[in-house]
């Protein structure tokens, strides 16, 4: 798919800028996964701060619509190019990136789901402006092996919070359904979901691709992957929504089949409950 030239216009202002030390795309349109409803997923990376008025002269000249400065979850500017292509452009440093990947692979702090994004993010991107070599030489670093210890942090981490420990989503699930609260059955089932892939994706070496198409991407690259998987996740996110008690059954299924092939066809172990 070629790029929108008033993305690349953009790119190339951005990438004059003295404060900028580089410009990666990520997400679909890196991986060549794109198709109609993607967007430009776009990292810009600072060493010194870009004050939103400088950014707002630049990008709003390429845009239609254009929300400056938002601070959800990190700086960004979201927008929609002159073409209708939607575009987020995400502002931070090298060493927020670096520090982030540090802990994960070469110390194996694993996290509550989504453990390895930003290391999928780094390693798929597309590098577009690197003024010093810096992206790239981030990309060598951590382009490596996937640490058998991650994967076994990971499991650990993620696992007891299936249907083992107090915490877990089963007995949160279940307490949900007993009060009939839909809207705490859709948040426990996404937690469940958001560490039961975290679990897939480590087991099978992949860096987590993020929460868009997982179930595809897991059908797609999972060589380790229980039976009857993309059945039973539909079937417990249909069971959800029409808060069927059967949900559970699902929830202790998708959780003993992952145990399974965790201990049969892999070298790691499943935690033992506490």
Not at 63 to 92: A, H, K, M, P
Request: a negative charge; hydrophobic letters at 40%; charged letters at 20%.
């Amino acid at each position: 798919m070629s790029e929108s030239i008033h993305f690349l216009a953009l790119v190339d202002e951005l990438s004059a800028l003295a404060q900028v030390d580089a410009v990666l795309l990520a997400g679909s349109r890196a991986s060549g996964l794109s198709d109609s409803y993607s967007d430009y997923d776009v990292y810009v990376y600072l060493n010194a701060p870009l004050a939103a008025e400088a950014r707002q002269k630049i990008v709003a000249k390429h845009c239609q619509y254009l929300e400056l400065n938002n601070q959800f979850w990190e700086t960004e500017d979201d927008g929609v190019l002159l073409d209708g292509i939607e575009i987020e452009l995400i502002y931070r440093d090298f060493s927020f990136l670096e520090n982030e990947l540090h802990y994960l692979v070469e110390r194996h702090q694993a996290k509550v789901g989504y453990s390895s994004c930003f290391w999928a993010n780094l390693l798929d991107s597309k590098i577009l402006y690197d003024a010093n070599g810096q992206a790239k030489r981030l990309q060598q670093r951590f382009d490596v092996a996937y640490p058998s210890a991650l994967q076994q942090a990971i499991v650990n981490k993620n696992a007891p919070l299936l249907m083992q420990q107090m915490p877990a989503y089963y007995f949160q699930l279940a307490k949900a359904l007993k009060r009939q609260d839909r809207v705490s059955l859709n948040h426990r089932c996404a937690e469940f979901l958001a560490s039961y892939f975290d679990i897939l994706f480590a087991i099978n070496g992949l860096p987590h691709p993020g929460e868009k198409r997982m179930l595809e991407y897991a059908e797609l690259h999972c060589n380790i992957c229980p039976n009857q998987l993309a059945e039973n996740v539909e079937r417990l996110l249909a069971e959800v929504g029409q808060a069927a008690d059967s949900l559970l059954d699902t929830v202790s299924l998708l959780t003993e089949t992952l145990q399974q092939v965790v201990t049969t066809q892999t070298s790691l172990s499943w935690p033992a409950k506490d």
